[in-house]
T-cell receptor, first 114, second 110 residues
């Protein structure tokens, strides 16, 4: 089954404790992206990757890191999480880019930083 | 000012009504326009995609883009309770940056 898989789905952590949210897709997609969703603000792009070893900042990259060492994986790293990073996070992938290819989203990862 | 503005609702309509959802934007370079639907506790899924101006129809759904007014719309005819979801507009000029609206929460009552 074609899918984007995120882990963990739910996480409660404390300020400053490094964490990684993994994202994996099995559709051989070139494009992958991370978004955060907050009430009243909609979906905001954090980082995106057009292909392996190619990453770019979205609108809200501060406090996040990403890497794209393999085509299928695009982990989101929070080196020192803070309470303002409490949010619902979505990973998405597309065959080529976000414009002309359908964006497939994961189920979301709800993160709470205390 | 946000690049993309969307009325967050919530919007409540009776079954069978025609629903109109709208977004305005400020960046005239946007060329690709999309509507995503998001059910509760799920990731968004692509509903409609339009390049540049014009209309596109798919079953009960019609997407319209008016680039001169920087305004896009999604119409849902004969709305059903299963259409109850949050609808997000999204747009881009090229490459990898995709800007979403805040999303409109729609509830269709039987």
């Amino acid at each position: 089954e074609a899918q984007v898989t995120q882990n963990p789905r739910y996480l409660i952590t404390v300020t400053g404790k490094k964490l990684t949210v993994t994202c994996s897709q099995n559709m051989n997609h070139e494009y992958m992206s991370w978004y955060r969703q907050d009430p009243g603000l909609g979906l905001r792009q954090i980082y995106y990757s057009m292909n392996v070893e190619v990453t770019d900042k979205g609108d809200v990259p501060e406090g996040y890191k990403v890497s794209r060492k393999e085509k299928r994986n695009f982990p989101l790293i929070l080196e020192s999480p803070s309470p303002n990073q409490t949010s619902l996070y979505f990973c998405a992938s597309s065959i080529r880019d976000s414009n002309t290819g359908e964006l497939f989203f994961g189920e979301g990862s709800r993160l709470t930083v205390l | 000012q946000k690049e993309v503005e969307q009325d967050p609702g919530p919007l409540s309509v009776p079954e069978g009504a025609i629903v109109s959802l709208n977004c305005t934007y400020s960046n005239s370079a946007f060329q690709y326009f999309m509507w995503y639907r998001q059910y509760s506790r799920k990731g968004p899924e692509l509903l409609m995609y339009t390049y540049s101006s014009g209309n596109k129809e798919d079953g009960r759904f019609t997407a319209q883009v008016d680039k001169s007014s920087k305004y896009i719309s999604l119409f849902i005819r004969d709305s059903q309770p299963s259409d109850s979801a949050t609808y997000l507009c999204a747009m881009s000029n090229q490459g990898g940056k995709l800007i979403f609206g805040q999303g409109t929460e729609l509830s269709v009552k039987p």
